[in-house]
């Protein structure tokens, strides 16, 4: 079955330091992996896909096939990082998503 | 900028009470979703359409249906509210595989 499991709920990280937020997933096939994200009072938003291999607000996140896993990873965390993240996979050629539970990023000052 | 907009921001109703939760998005998407999200659990899908009257169970159709006569309407239908269905209740569209746009999401609280 398939599955997205983001082992951490609560991250906390000192303005600067650096972030790993950790999405491990199973799925047999190909899958599209995404990470999306939650700012307080606004709408869940696209991040990025690992597709478009780019990087957003300094993210960035890597397929790694063998250990099934897309992690987020920024080098220099900021304040306005702090947010709810969702990693999410979908089966190659499906447009529905199965999301992780999420991970609470905080960054302290 | 599509949009996808959620009638309601917040609902208050009674156990028992039919709610209709209305989602219209305005960049002529083919896929409309909608999706539970609850603390500890992440978002969980309900109910998806990849077309005008197509409907696809998710993994919690339970108490719930859809009703998609328009392409840019979903309207998600809780035909008998029950408390456990108090949650925050997300809509979002997609355009084949290019990702989600959400709505802002309408909070029910069943009591």
């Known amino acids: 079955a398939q599955r997205v499991t983001q082992p951490e709920k609560l991250l906390s990280v000192f303005k600067g330091a650096p972030v790993e937020l950790k999405c491990n997933y199973s799925?047999?096939?190909?899958?599209?992996l995404f990470w999306y994200v939650q700012y307080s009072r606004q709408r869940l938003q696209l991040l990025l896909r690992?597709?478009s291999r780019e990087s957003i607000k300094g993210f960035t996140a890597d397929l790694n096939k063998g250990e099934t896993s897309f992690h987020l990873k920024k080098p220099f965390a900021q304040e306005e990082d702090s947010a709810m993240y969702y990693c999410?996979?979908?089966?190659?050629?499906?447009?529905?998503?199965?999301f992780g539970t999420g991970t609470r990023l905080k960054v302290l000052a | 900028d599509v949009k996808v907009t959620q009638s309601s921001r917040y609902l208050v109703k009674r156990t028992g009470e039919k709610v209709f939760l209305e989602c219209v998005q305005d960049?002529?998407?083919?896929?409309m979703f909608w999706y539970r999200q609850d603390p500890g659990l992440g978002l969980r899908l309900i109910y998806f359409?990849?077309?005008?009257?197509?409907?696809e169970k998710g993994d919690i159709p339970e108490g719930y249906s859809v009703s998609r006569e328009k392409k840019e309407r979903f309207s998600l239908i809780l035909e008998s509210a029950s408390t456990n269905q108090t949650s925050m209740y997300l809509c979002?569209?997609?355009?084949?595989?290019?990702?989600?746009?959400f709505g802002s999401g309408t909070r029910l609280t069943v009591v």
């Open positions: 979002a569209s997609s355009l084949k595989g290019d990702g989600y746009t």
């Open positions: 799925y047999s096939g190909s899958p599209e």
């Open positions: 690992h597709i």
């Open positions: 999410a996979l979908s089966k190659l050629g499906t447009y529905k998503y199965i």
């Open positions: 960049m002529d998407h083919e896929n």
């Open positions: 359409s990849y077309d005008v009257k197509m409907k």
